[in-house]
């Protein structure tokens, strides 16, 4: 099959489509047949290495895994022998976890990571939903409980996570206020924001306005000054997957590790949010996007073998929504 493989850390320019051995089925493993998989900012940091220490995990001189990828939708070609809850032909989506490789025509994943597509989406808006929809839905139900009548910020809001955000906020009855340029206001007010805040005109941890909730996703801003905007009991989430232009994930991690030590003396609850795929958490997402309260908003979409410049324009570009590559 083919796939987008790197052998070496470093730019985009270490991706390379080649042609690999197909994935062998497991006994609870489903094969499946990508049409379209999602490009996430934690593609390009593992494509570069970032940051250094990382690589204990991830592979001290290149990656342990050489395709890159983890989010995909697509068709079921094969089961394993312990695999009960699909058959070949099903249009599925999922999460590849630790394991990468969406770049490619096949993957294996296991049962358990994988749930029906929703049935109004297209492969391409399916594969937006997995690592961004559940970054999202986690930090606003799991972690951040938010309830209806709260008020909810989104620092980062026409992100692929923020985009979703703000699309969850609104479905669990919060107001909600999205943080973004200017050039992007009207789609964060398109997908259903009470209020949007241009942060080159106004700074939302000065103008007075307190939040129930803040879901931060670009790691910019102090904890002294995040936790300004917050209520006296309110819940800051720490989530650094939006850092792009070229960012290290040093700072985000640096603003995440600082939260989690100050969270024990301070009344506000400061949460680092980490992230795990699950079929429950699939499972809702498709719920919400059949019942028309989820859409994904796909900025760009790019060939497999363009997969290469899709990394890149996510990486420094400032993407708005998703990027995805299809097959």
């Not at 399916?126 to 209806?148: E, S």
Request: glycine share 12%; proline share 4%; charged share 25%.
């Amino acid at each position: 099959m083919k796939a987008i493989v790197q052998d070496r850390y470093g730019s985009a320019d270490v991706l390379a489509l080649r042609e690999v051995d197909d994935p062998v089925v497991t006994d609870n493993g489903v094969l499946v047949r990508i049409r379209a998989a999602a490009v996430n900012a934690a593609d390009w940091h593992i494509m570069r290495g970032d940051p250094y220490l990382a690589r204990a995990s991830i592979g001290l001189r290149r990656p342990k895994a050489r395709i890159r990828g983890r989010d995909f939708a697509g068709q079921v070609e094969a089961v394993g022998k312990a695999v009960t809850r699909f058959q070949p032909g099903d249009e599925v989506y999922g999460e590849l976890g630790d394991g990468n490789g969406s770049f490619a025509e096949y993957t294996v994943v296991a049962e358990d990571l994988v749930e029906r597509k929703p049935a109004n989406l297209t492969f391409e808006q399916a594969a937006a939903l997995p690592l961004a929809g559940i970054t999202a839905l986690m930090g606003l139900r799991d972690v951040g409980q938010v309830k209806p009548g709260q008020r909810v910020l989104i620092n980062g809001a026409s992100g692929g996570v923020g985009l979703f955000a703000v699309q969850l906020g609104k479905a669990f009855g919060a107001e909600v206020t999205g943080v973004c340029s200017a050039k992007n206001a009207d789609l964060v007010r398109s997908v259903g924001a009470d209020q949007v805040i241009d942060y080159a005109q106004d700074d939302f941890t000065r103008n007075g306005t307190r939040y129930d909730l803040v879901f931060d996703l670009v790691g910019n801003r102090s904890l002294t000054e995040l936790r300004r905007a917050l209520t006296p009991a309110g819940t800051l989430v720490l989530s650094g997957g939006g850092v792009s232009n070229g960012g290290s994930l040093l700072g985000p991690i640096g603003l995440i590790a600082k939260g989690s030590l100050l969270s024990w003396f301070v009344r506000q609850r400061l949460i680092a949010l980490v992230t795990k795929p699950s079929q429950e958490r699939l499972a809702t997402l498709r719920e919400l996007a059949e019942s028309g309260q989820l859409t994904p908003v796909i900025d760009r979409t790019y060939p497999l073998r363009e997969a290469a410049e899709a990394i890149r324009y996510l990486e420094l570009e400032h993407a708005r929504a998703k990027v995805i590559v299809t097959m």
